[in-house]
């Protein structure tokens, strides 16, 4: 069975610039989760997408936004990029709203840097 | 003051060790507690999930949950140089939802053979 799959690994961009990441959740799996995960921060919640909806977002500016395809894959676009947005972005799928004993599974992560 | 508290090492033991992780938190609707291993240029895997307070053991690992304390651990036995990665806990009120999970800064651990 495949895992999650993130595009592309590495990123990098400029100040001002946009920045788009990819998901691809493990087959079956209808939620899609995305963290950041900053340099000696904790995984910070991002976004939550199941069945094609913006189902909850954490505690970010709008410029963080994404959207769930109908083959459940997914993507983070952030726009207007600060220097501060340099971070690992995390996807994880799992099945429906995914609790208890239905685990998130974890990409590898997208490696955003800003110059 | 952060809700989830982790010290973030590095900690370093020899091989076949018995390790000690912590984390303490100030947010008593916390019932559901986990812990994630993150090998370098890795995601997270989950490794541990336990609800409310008392002991989980699967295998080498041990999770114990002190709600009276608000404190929880991760205990490896015999620790392996496999073992070697970054250790997050996390955790959730009852409410639960992953998008309510707080995480902690995660531990590193180098085992050394």
């Known amino acids: 069975e495949a895992g999650v799959t993130q595009s592309p690994t590495h990123l990098i961009k400029t100040r001002g610039q946009q920045a788009t990441l990819r998901c691809s959740p493990i087959s079956g799996h209808t939620s899609v989760y995305w963290y950041q995960q900053a340099l000696g921060l904790g995984l910070q919640f991002l976004l939550w997408y199941d069945e094609g909806e913006e189902r909850n977002r954490g505690n970010f500016p709008p410029r963080f936004s994404g959207r769930q395809f109908p083959n459940y894959s997914s993507e983070l676009n952030v726009n207007a990029l600060e220097l501060e947005d340099s971070a690992l972005y995390l996807c994880?799928?799992?099945?429906?709203?995914?609790?208890?004993?239905?685990?998130?599974?974890f990409g590898d992560g997208t490696r955003l840097s800003i110059l | 003051q952060k809700e989830v508290e982790q010290d973030p090492g590095p900690l370093s033991v020899p091989e076949g060790a018995i390790v000690s992780l912590n984390c303490t938190y100030s947010?008593?609707?916390?019932?559901?507690f986990m812990w994630y291993r993150q090998y370098s240029r890795k995601g997270p895997e989950l490794l541990m999930y336990t609800y409310s307070s008392g002991n989980k053991e699967d295998g080498r690992f041990t999770a114990q949950v002190d709600k009276s304390s608000k404190y929880i651990s991760l205990f490896i036995r015999d620790s392996q140089p496999s073992d070697s990665a970054t250790y997050l806990c996390?955790?959730?009120?009852?409410?639960?939802?992953?998008?309510?999970?707080?995480f902690g800064t995660g531990t590193k651990l180098q085992v050394i053979p």
């Open positions: 994880a799928s799992s099945t429906g709203q995914g609790w208890g004993n239905q685990p998130q599974h």
């Open positions: 947010n008593s609707a916390f019932q559901y």
């Open positions: 996390a955790m959730s009120p009852s409410s639960g939802g992953y998008q309510k999970v707080t």
